[in-house]
C-alpha cells in the first residue's frame, strides 16, 4: 500500500517540480511512511529525479511508499528496460509471481522482485489490456515517454482510491484530495449538490467530490491523458448477471471453497507479519479458518466491541478464536469520539458518516502494533446477499404492496416504537423502514432503505440557501444503477447494484482510510474479482436459500468448517451505538457542534428546526442519532478544510 501523487503539464507552461511532488507526498505520509521517490521528466527528455536535484519538468510522478513486498529493491518509482515507462502505484498485484514467469519466458529483464515491476512489462506487451491479467488491489499512474500519454486506473471494485482535476492546463492526481489541495494551494468552491448527497446515503458518490472541478475515478475504470491534453475515461470491466452456469449446487459449492481458498492464500504472500480482522460473523471468520488452514504460524486475529452488548461481537469473535487457535486481541471502544472524531474527518477529505468509521480505525490503530497487512471478510455480503434488506426485497416483490399507497405504510410505520435499548427494540426500526418504503417500486424502495435523510426530512432541516442550490433528485444515483444492471433477476439487479455503489462508495472507503490513516494494508479475499465473476453466474436462489435465508450457499459451503454457532447466527452490522451515546455522554458535544455560532451562520440549515431534531432525541421521543452524526461530521469538515483549524 502506497500513496501516490502527479502532475502532467499538458498545456501549462508552468514546470512540475520535486518540490510540489514533496509537498503533495509530505501530506500523505501516513499511506506509506517508510519511503518517498520521485520521478520527473520533460516530454522529450526521459530522467530520474534524485531528491537532492534541482530538476523540472512538464510530467511528475510522486509515491510514499508502505513496503510489504522486496523491501530493500522494490522502491518506486519502477520502469522498464529502457526507462521509457514509469509507474508508481498504490496497492497489490496478487498473481504477480504468476505473470512474472511469463514475462521472463518472452525475454523481459526485471531487476526487482517487487509486484509493481510486472505492470510495466505487461504494458510493453498488452498497452491498456494489460489491466486484464491484474488480479489485484491498485490504482497506479503510468507515464509513457514514447506515446507521451499518462495512464492513471483503479482496480475492478474500488478498494484503492484516485482523484483528480484539471487545473490552467495541467492534470493533477493523488490517492487523496488532501494532496491535490497542496498543489493548488487554495480552497475549491463546494459543491452543495455532495453536501446533499452526502446526508442522503452518508458518503460522496463518485464521481463527484464537496469540491467543484475535483473528481473521483469510478473503480474498473481508467484514463488517458496525451500531450494535447485529451482525456478519455472508459471502463474496462463490468460484472454480468445474465449468463448463468449449468452447475450443480455442490459443485457451485466446491468453486467456492476453491477460488476463495486460493484468493486468501494469494493474499498470504508478504515479506513482512500478517494478521486478520476477526468480528465473529460468517465472513471474516471463514477467511480466518482458511489463514489458518495455509500459514504455518498461528495467525493473530483482532475484534472491536463495546460495553454494550446489543452491539458488540465479542463472544462471537473469541469463539472462532478459540475454533482456530488463534493470537486474539480486542479492543473496546469507548464513548470518546470528541477526541478522534476531528482527527478522522481530516483523514477522510470529504464528509462520512457511517458511524463504523470510528470502531475500524480503532481495531487499525491496535492491529498495526502486531503487524503490517491484515485480511478481513470485506464484500461477504455483496457477494452472497448478506444484508437483511434482501430477503425484504425478496418479501415485497411477492405482492403488490405499492397498490396500498404510501399513506398505509406510513401509519404501519408510526405504531412501531424507535427506541435503541436492546435487540429485539433495535430489529423495530427495520421493520419501519421496511414498512415505509413498501408503497414504491424495487428501485425506490432501495434507496428509502438506504438512506439516512428522506427529500422530506432534509427539506425541514435546509435553509432557503440550501433549497435554492441543490436539486432534491439524489435518488437516481441507486435507482439508475439498478436500472442497467447487468441482470434479470431483482436479488441479482440489488447485489449489482450494491457492488457498484454502497461498497466501493461506502464500505471501501471506509476500510481504506482507517487502515492507511494507521499505515495498515488490508485485503479482501471475498473482493477477489474472480470468486464475484464466478458468484454473479450463479442463481440468487442459492445465495437467498427459501427466499429468505441470507448467504445460504456461503453457510452450506463451510457449515462443517465454522463452529455451529457461528454458523447459525444472525448478521449484526459493525455499527455504534450512536443514539445512546449521542443523547448521553457525548451530548455536550454534540451542543458545542450544532449550537455554535460557526454552525448557524454558515447558513446551510433551518436553525430552528434542527433544534427540534436535537430536542427529540435528547428527550428520547425519536432517535435520529445516525442523522446528528451525519450533522456534526459535516460541521467539523467545515471547520478543517474551510476555516482551517488544525486538528491534528
Request: glycine share 6%; hydrophobic share 40%.
Amino acid at each position: 500500500m502506497c500513496g501516490i501523487v502527479g502532475v502532467y503539464n499538458f498545456g501549462s507552461k508552468k514546470e512540475v517540480s520535486k518540490d510540489i511532488l514533496k509537498k503533495m507526498c509530505d501530506v500523505i505520509i501516513h499511506r506509506g511512511p517508510d519511503e518517498e521517490g520521485y520521478y520527473v521528466a520533460s516530454k522529450f527528455k526521459v530522467q530520474s529525479l534524485k531528491l537532492e536535484n534541482e530538476t523540472v519538468g512538464d510530467i511528475g510522478l510522486g509515491i510514499r511508499r508502505l513496503a510489504i513486498i522486496d523491501l530493500q529493491t522494490g522502491s518506486q518509482p519502477i520502469h522498464n528496460e529502457d526507462n521509457t515507462l514509469w509507474i508508481v502505484c498504490n496497492g497489490e498485484i496478487y498473481n504477480f509471481l504468476e505473470l512474472k514467469e511469463d514475462l521472463l519466458k518472452k525475454g523481459h529483464k526485471f531487476y526487482t522482485k517487487t509486484d509493481v515491476e510486472t505492470v510495466v512489462h505487461l504494458y510493453e506487451d498488452f498497452d491498456i489490456d494489460c489491466l486484464k491479467h491484474l488480479r489485484g488491489m491498485y490504482a497506479f499512474a503510468l507515464w509513457d515517454q514514447k506515446k507521451q500519454r499518462l495512464f492513471l486506473t483503479r482496480d475492478r471494485v474500488g478498494k484503492k482510491p484516485l482523484y483528480y482535476t484539471i487545473h490552467n492546463g495541467s492534470l493533477i492526481f493523488a490517492s487523496e484530495i488532501k494532496a491535490i489541495l497542496q498543489y493548488l494551494n487554495f480552497t475549491p468552491e463546494i459543491n452543495f449538490e455532495a453536501i446533499n448527497y452526502f446526508l442522503t446515503y452518508q458518503y460522496i458518490p463518485q464521481p463527484i467530490t464537496i469540491f467543484k472541478g475535483i473528481f473521483k475515478l469510478p473503480p474498473a475504470s481508467y484514463m488517458l491523458c496525451d500531450k494535447n491534453g485529451n482525456i478519455k475515461i472508459e471502463r474496462y470491466w463490468e460484472l454480468d448477471f445474465r449468463k448463468k452456469q449449468n452447475i450443480t449446487f455442490n459443485e457451485a459449492k466446491q468453486k467456492i471453497k476453491e477460488i476463495l481458498t486460493e484468493a486468501t492464500k494469494l493474499r498470504l504472500i508478504s515479506d513482512v507479519p500478517i494478521g486478520a480482522f476477526l468480528s465473529g460473523g460468517h465472513d471474516s471468520s471463514i477467511i480466518v479458518g482458511l489463514m489458518s488452514q495455509n500459514s504455518a504460524q498461528k495467525v493473530k486475529t483482532f475484534s472491536v466491541g463495546f460495553k454494550e452488548q446489543d452491539f458488540s461481537e465479542l463472544k462471537y469473535a473469541k469463539i472462532v478464536a478459540k475454533h482456530f487457535d488463534t493470537e486474539h486481541t480486542e479492543i473496546i471502544v469507548e464513548p470518546k469520539m470528541a477526541e478522534v472524531l476531528p482527527k478522522l474527518v481530516w483523514f477522510y477529505d470529504q464528509p462520512f458518516a457511517d458511524t463504523s468509521m470510528v470502531p475500524s480505525y480503532y481495531v487499525a490503530n491496535v492491529t498495526r502494533n502486531y503487524v503490517k497487512v491484515a485480511l478481513n471478510g470485506d464484500g461477504g455480503d455483496e457477494n452472497f446477499c448478506g444484508y437483511l434488506r434482501y430477503p425484504a426485497i425478496k418479501l415485497a416483490s411477492l405482492f403488490p404492496f405499492e397498490l396500498l399507497g404510501n399513506n398505509f405504510y406510513t401509519e404501519v410505520g408510526k405504531v412501531i416504537p424507535l427506541i435503541e435499548t436492546t435487540s429485539a427494540k433495535n430489529k423495530l426500526k427495520y421493520f419501519k423502514r421496511f414498512f415505509t418504503a413498501l408503497g414504491n417500486p424495487t428501485p425506490v424502495r432501495q434507496v428509502l432503505w438506504h438512506c439516512f435523510f428522506t427529500n422530506e426530512q432534509k427539506d425541514f432541516i435546509y435553509s432557503d440557501f440550501m433549497k435554492s442550490v441543490v436539486n432534491q433528485n439524489v435518488y437516481h444515483y441507486l435507482i439508475d444503477t439498478y436500472h442497467t444492471a447487468k441482470a434479470y433477476d431483482i436479488i441479482d439487479k440489488i447485489s449489482y447494484t450494491d457492488i457498484n455503489t454502497y461498497l466501493p462508495e461506502c464500505l471501501l472507503v471506509k476500510m481504506d482510510i482507517a487502515s492507511m490513516a494507521n499505515s495498515l494494508e488490508v485485503r479482501s479475499p471475498f473482493l477477489d474479482h474472480k470468486l464475484l465473476e464466478f458468484t454473479a453466474t450463479i442463481p440468487s436462489s442459492w445465495k437467498l436459500g427459501y427466499g429468505f435465508i441470507t448467504k445460504y450457499i456461503l453457510k452450506e459451503t463451510f457449515k462443517d468448517f465454522l463452529p455451529k454457532d457461528i454458523i447459525k447466527r444472525h448478521k449484526q452490522g459493525f455499527g455504534l451505538p450512536i443514539g445512546k451515546w449521542l443523547r448521553y455522554e457525548l451530548k455536550d458535544f454534540v451542543k458545542e457542534i450544532l449550537c455554535s455560532e460557526k454552525f448557524i451562520f454558515r447558513g446551510l440549515f433551518n436553525y430552528k428546526n434542527i433544534k427540534v431534531l436535537l430536542e427529540k432525541h435528547f428527550s428520547g421521543k425519536e432517535d435520529h442519532g445516525y442523522r446528528i452524526f451525519a450533522l456534526v461530521n459535516l460541521e467539523l469538515w467545515f471547520r478543517i478544510f474551510v476555516d482551517k483549524e488544525n486538528v491534528l
